[in-house]
């Protein structure tokens, strides 16, 4: 990666030119790329809507795509989305400018969910579900309106490793964000290029860049949020093994459905002895005298 004002993307203008963030520059991009060749994410001359929220993670998403599509390496188009949900307080501004700044082609959607959301939830209960359901409705209305082929999100290895564990103690079931999923229509993808990569490594990487972090009011304002509590307990065991976090996220990319109890992805009642095979090991036992 070189550096040089003509041959530099200016999301990347201005980074530092330390050692260390060059390695977390570098590391980031890296996985980006692992996890796009290995889910089979590029579809040639495809289009991709680039969600961002204004968060450090669609800020590192944006950056990465764009510069592997500097680079050669993303033969895809990029349209970055911004949906403003209504939240009070929000500041519409800072992302169109952001964008125009960096000539970034984008559109930015109003839908006022926000009031839906109060509206809808009891007291006491948590918007994330219903607030995800309905930013998804509407970035999949906005993928088709502009002739894209995939909804592009910036969730990373923490985000799935927290939604494993949520459905695991809340849900009763082994699952969590793919990489790569088909929507139930069956008219696009939703991608994760970030899969592979540390939340730890996004927000080192957004705030080394001066990104003009927009925080969630919406849901960040709650507290006891499930997730959070997953979070706290994976921080708690990271803390204690160092690592941690990795060797689970291996864990996810290495199922076993022999070793596991699901009678739908291995066929237990029809796993049969080998008799040949019987009948050759008790030839091979000794006779007792």
Not at 64 to 90: H, I, M, S, T
Not at 273 to 286: G, H, K, Q, T, V
Request: aromatic share 8%; hydrophobic share 40%.
């Amino acid at each position: 990666m070189l550096d040089d004002a003509d041959d530099i993307h200016p999301l990347f203008a201005g980074a530092p030119r330390t050692t260390e963030f060059k390695k977390l520059r570098k590391r980031i991009v890296r996985y980006a790329r692992e996890a796009i060749e290995q889910y089979g994410m590029i579809e040639r001359d495809a289009r991709w809507l680039v969600c961002l929220s204004g968060g450090k993670d669609s800020y590192t998403l944006l950056a990465v795509l764009y510069e592997l599509k500097w680079r050669g390496l993303l033969p895809v188009d990029l349209l970055a989305c911004n949906l403003d949900q209504g939240q009070p307080g929000f500041p519409a501004t800072v992302l169109p400018a952001f964008l125009e700044k960096m000539g970034v082609p984008h559109r930015i959607e109003y839908q006022d969910t926000y009031s839906i959301v109060v509206d809808k939830v009891p007291a006491g209960r948590t918007y994330c579900a219903l607030c995800s359901r309905l930013r998804r409705g509407n970035l999949y209305r906005i993928a088709r309106e502009e002739g894209c082929s995939a909804v592009v999100l910036g969730h990373h290895r923490d985000d799935i490793l927290e939604t494993f564990f949520m459905n695991l103690f809340h849900g009763g079931r082994l699952a969590t964000m793919p990489p790569k999923l088909l929507n139930e229509e069956g008219d696009l993808f939703v991608y994760r290029p970030l899969a592979h990569v540390a939340e730890a490594d996004c927000e080192k990487f957004a705030t080394a860049m001066g990104y003009p972090i927009i925080p969630c009011d919406l849901c960040g304002s709650q507290d006891g949020l499930q997730r959070q509590q997953v979070k706290a307990i994976l921080d708690g065991w990271e803390a204690n093994s160092p690592g941690r976090r990795q060797v689970m996220f291996r864990a996810l990319m290495n199922a076993r459905p022999s070793h596991l109890l699901d009678p739908k992805l291995f066929d237990f009642a029809g796993l049969s002895r080998d008799s040949a095979a019987i009948e050759e090991n008790l030839r091979d036992i000794p006779k007792l005298r």
